[in-house]
């Protein structure tokens, strides 16, 4: 008999987490009172149970979802399991994404009729291949897959979500960074007249992003292009975003116009609005506190109580070898 043995970043998808409740972050930030007091004051979001994967298929939100269905991906048995997935609805409705305003409803009211084809993703910087790359042109024959991945905000709540996308460095691969390219930097769309909330200096526009070489290039770093196997709304961060599972959400860019392969640490959004709290690496860590709350704990989202926050998000057995030697206790 052949035993499987499942890894600890194996998700099975009764993790899944109540999709209407996922992409926010960023509003909570701006109550300084509230965030004293960090999950503990979020509400409970009860999710109703949808219809999962029938026989290894991909996550159906229902005829009633938005979004245009997406044909060719590959569902990952790993990383996936057959429970009953939360419902489309709830992944449209609470997002983080201030470029569209800093209120979680903001996104989904005001992002309606944001066009994203054509759309254009420059590459530049210590690369073999730079160059202005239509999106489906940069994508072209890379098998798209389905993955469920954990979402750890730096607020102090969380999500599971199943992702649609490419991993990063079959994209990197194709651009050849060079041996001088150490990090690699994202930059989202800067465009005030299709992103109202660029007209508040809220951040320093473009919301700037980046990573290591080795993060990038990691197995589980992903470019994401759907989300419950249709394409992701405006308010998620189409048509690219950013999913890097074992980091807090800020560090996953959305609606990417730019990937430059650089030689030094890129400065980047949060790290540049406030240095004293978010760091470049911004890896989930239970054990080292955000200056204003704790990070000991999370509340699921959909979930009454707060549950343990895992190291790296509980990806450690994967991704904890590419920080030997740093000071995981350091917010780099």
């Given at each position: 008999m052949l035993l499987r043995h499942r890894r600890s970043w194996d998700l099975q998808e009764r993790d899944t987490t109540p999709e209407a409740l996922w992409a926010s972050r960023r509003s909570f930030l701006r109550g300084g009172a509230a965030l004293l007091g960090g999950a503990s004051l979020m509400?409970?979001?009860?999710?109703?149970?949808?219809?999962?994967?029938?026989?290894?298929?991909?996550?159906?939100?229902?005829?009633?979802a938005g979004g245009t269905p997406l044909a060719g991906v590959t569902p990952r048995p790993d990383l996936a399991a057959a429970d009953p997935l939360t419902p489309w609805d709830a992944v449209t409705t609470y997002n983080n994404f201030y470029e569209f305003g800093t209120a979680k409803e903001d996104p989904a009211r005001r992002a309606k009729g944001f066009v994203t084809e054509p759309w254009t993703v420059t590459v530049d910087g210590d690369v073999a291949r730079p160059g202005s790359y239509d999106l489906g042109r940069l994508l072209m024959g890379i098998g798209l897959e389905e993955r469920i991945y954990r979402m750890r905000c730096v607020e102090g709540w969380s999500m599971v979500i199943p992702w649609v996308g490419v991993p990063l460095a079959e994209v990197l691969k194709r651009v050849e960074p060079t041996a001088d390219a150490k990090y690699v930097r994202f930059e989202t769309l800067n465009d005030p007249k299709r992103m109202p909330g660029q007209a508040w200096r809220v951040l320093d526009w473009p919301y700037v992003e980046g990573l290591r070489l080795d993060e990038a290039m990691h197995p589980l770093t992903l470019l994401a292009t759907?989300?419950?196997?249709?394409?992701?709304?405006?308010?998620?961060?189409?048509?690219?975003?950013l999913v890097v599972p074992w980091k807090y959400g800020f560090k996953s860019v959305k609606s990417i116009v730019r990937i430059s392969l650089v030689r030094e640490m890129p400065?980047?959004?949060?790290?540049?609005?406030?240095?004293?709290?978010?760091?470049f690496?911004?890896?989930?860590?239970?054990?080292?506190?955000?200056p204003r709350w704790s990070q000991a704990k999370e509340r699921r989202i959909g979930d009454f109580?707060?549950?343990?926050?895992?190291?790296?998000?509980?990806?450690?057995?994967?991704?904890?070898?590419l920080y030997s030697g740093l000071d995981l206790r350091k917010w780099y």
């Open positions: 509400p409970s979001l009860s999710a109703t149970a949808a219809t999962g994967p029938a026989g290894g298929g991909l996550a159906d939100p229902g005829p009633a759907g989300v419950y196997g249709r394409s992701l709304p405006p308010q998620n961060g189409a048509p690219l975003r400065r980047t959004s949060w790290a540049a609005q406030a240095p004293q709290e978010y760091g690496y911004a890896n989930v860590n239970p054990q080292v506190d955000h109580l707060r549950r343990d926050t895992l190291m790296f998000n509980g990806y450690a057995e994967s991704v904890a070898g």
